[in-house]
């Protein structure tokens, strides 16, 4: 079940900082990690292989990929992880050495790891969990973001936070209010946004946002739809047109 990182080019970067965004609750990771790829116009570093992981090549613009693989920015110092497939629970410790390990190769000065939580009212806030009291300042000077006191997370980010904090190495993970069952834009656009703040990187949300305003009317009209179709079978139950049975 062995893990392996494997580099197609070996920039020289200065300190980068690294980005994890691997699936989960709304896929805010996988969303976020590839849009800002994208925008910064990131180059393939490398891919990660295991015997576990699912037989499969993603397919973006015409080119076959593997579905968990690695990208670089020069311009940015930034290095990003993301994986396309939810990672199988027996590798995930491994995963997390590997690029725990990565890290410190690299001279990576920072993970940032991005996911999703839970809505707990308005989809407003950004939640944050750190391993050093100086990230821990810095996360609370930024209005958008509420530090966790108490709680878990699981998978490669857990296994990050809890092997950074023993070591005193700086890990966060940045978690956007999602909701269950489908993929959420706006998430992904929210932690972007904070991500956009603490590295002062310059690029723009706008086309998350305008996919989750179109998700939004979708998913309201399929609401509407499903309630207008309970309604007209209540009245059908309560003795309008065929009854309750049907003859």
Same mark, same amino acid.
Not at 40 to 49: C, F, V, W
């Given at each position: 079940m062995a893990v392996e990182i494997h580099l197609v080019a070996k920039p020289k970067l200065k300190n980068p900082v690294l980005i994890e965004g691997f699936p989960g609750?709304?896929?805010?990771?996988?969303? =976020?990690?590839?849009?800002?790829?994208?925008?910064? +116009?990131?180059?393939?570093?490398?891919?990660?292989?295991?015997?576990? #992981?699912?037989?499969?090549?993603?397919?973006? $613009?015409?080119?076959?990929?593997?579905?968990a693989r690695m990208y670089y920015s020069k311009k940015h110092d930034l290095v990003v992880f993301i994986s396309e497939f939810v990672v199988p629970i027996a590798v995930v410790n491994e995963l997390a050495e590997k690029?725990? !390990? #990565?890290?410190?190769?690299?001279?990576?000065?920072?993970? @940032?790891?991005?996911?999703g939580i839970t809505i707990k009212g308005e989809q407003d806030e950004v939640y944050a969990i750190s391993t050093l009291p100086e990230a821990d300042r810095e996360l609370e000077r930024l209005k958008t973001v509420k530090l966790i006191k108490e709680g878990a997370t699981t998978g490669v980010t857990g296994v990050l936070l809890a092997r950074g904090a023993i070591d005193g190495y700086p890990v966060i993970s940045l978690l956007a209010e999602s909701r269950e069952g489908y993929m959420d834009p706006?998430?992904?656009?929210?932690?972007?946004? @904070?991500?956009?703040?603490?590295?002062?990187?310059? #690029? !723009?949300? =706008?086309?998350?946002? $305008?996919?989750?305003?179109?998700?939004?009317? +979708?998913?309201? !009209?399929?609401? !509407?739809?499903?309630?207008?179709?309970?309604?007209?079978?209540?009245?059908?139950?309560?003795?309008?047109?065929?009854?309750?049975?049907?003859?």
């Open positions: 609750l709304g896929l805010v990771g996988t969303i =976020s990690a590839s849009y800002l790829v994208e925008k910064l +116009k990131m180059e393939l570093l490398g891919y990660i292989t295991s015997e576990v #992981f699912p037989p499969l090549a993603a397919v973006h $613009n015409h080119r076959p990929l593997y579905p690029i725990y !390990d #990565f890290s410190r190769k690299w001279k990576v000065r920072r993970i @940032v790891s991005l996911g706006k998430a992904a656009a929210m932690v972007l946004e @904070v991500v956009k703040e603490m590295l002062k990187i310059g #690029f !723009d949300t =706008s086309a998350l946002e $305008n996919e989750a305003r179109l998700i939004d009317g +979708k998913l309201k !009209d399929a609401i !509407d739809r499903a309630k207008a179709a309970h309604g007209e079978y209540r009245r059908v139950q309560d003795g309008g047109g065929l009854g309750p049975m049907y003859g």
